[in-house]
T-cell receptor, first 115, second 111 residues
């Protein structure tokens, strides 16, 4: 799976949009970008994933550049409860019965939302 | 609809003992993956089960073994516990190849 690079930490004011970047310059054509977050000592929470089109759900938006070498997770109106470690993960598309199904977690970005 | 459940929530064992952790997947999911998360680190993949068979394995010794049952639930067994096995053990379920959803984890402490 392709390696990802994220800033170690970011701050955001409550109510403002949080934009979390991720670089994945070696991503392959059949690899998805997944985002998870983990609040201290809890299990990681799935947020969103995408292949090449921008995606939006009730939690966040995912913007993937045209060359797919980077992406941005957007939390439109951050709240204090969004304070967590955010992980960007690149993973081979589903259905491949090889090592592609695992999630390889990096260091992630510690997002702190301030009042 | 219940999400992924794990039991027990906390466990304390001594070195050399054996432990079994349990996971019930989210309804409709047939694949279970296990991860180990040491303090201050990201989760590390242990193995994945699908159709009651281990399909993938991470870089973990044979002391770590698992099982998946016909109802898709799964167990993680660790033999000959070491101090370094102290960690949060996470179970994630998914449809085969789909997005993985994690349980709350089991906190294992080895004394």
């Amino acid at each position: 799976d392709a390696k990802t690079t994220q800033p170690p930490s970011m701050d955001c004011a409550e109510g403002r949009a949080a934009n979390l970047p991720c670089n994945h310059s070696t991503i392959s054509g059949n690899e998805y970008v997944y985002w998870y977050r983990q609040i201290h000592s809890q299990g990681p929470q799935y947020i969103i994933h995408g292949l090449k089109n921008n995606e939006t759900n009730e939690m966040a938006s995912l913007i993937i550049t045209e060359d797919r070498k980077s992406s941005t997770l957007i939390l439109p109106h951050a709240t204090l409860r969004d304070t967590a470690v955010y992980y960007c993960i690149v993973r081979v598309a589903g259905g491949v019965k090889t090592s592609g199904s695992r999630l390889t977690f990096g260091e992630g970005t510690q997002l702190t939302v301030n009042p | 609809d219940a999400g992924v459940t794990q039991s027990p929530t906390h466990l304390i064992k001594t070195r050399g003992q054996q432990v079994t952790l349990r996971c019930s997947p989210k309804s409709g999911h047939d694949t279970v993956s296990w991860y180990q998360q040491a303090l201050g680190q990201g989760p590390q993949f242990i193995f994945q089960y699908y159709e009651e068979e281990e399909r993938q394995r991470g870089n973990f010794p044979d002391r770590f073994s698992g099982h998946q049952f016909p109802n898709y639930s799964s167990e993680l067994n660790v033999n000959a516990l070491l101090l370094g096995d102290s960690a949060l053990y996470l179970c994630a379920s998914s449809p085969w190849g789909g997005a993985q959803f994690f349980g709350p984890g089991t906190r294992l402490t080895v004394l």
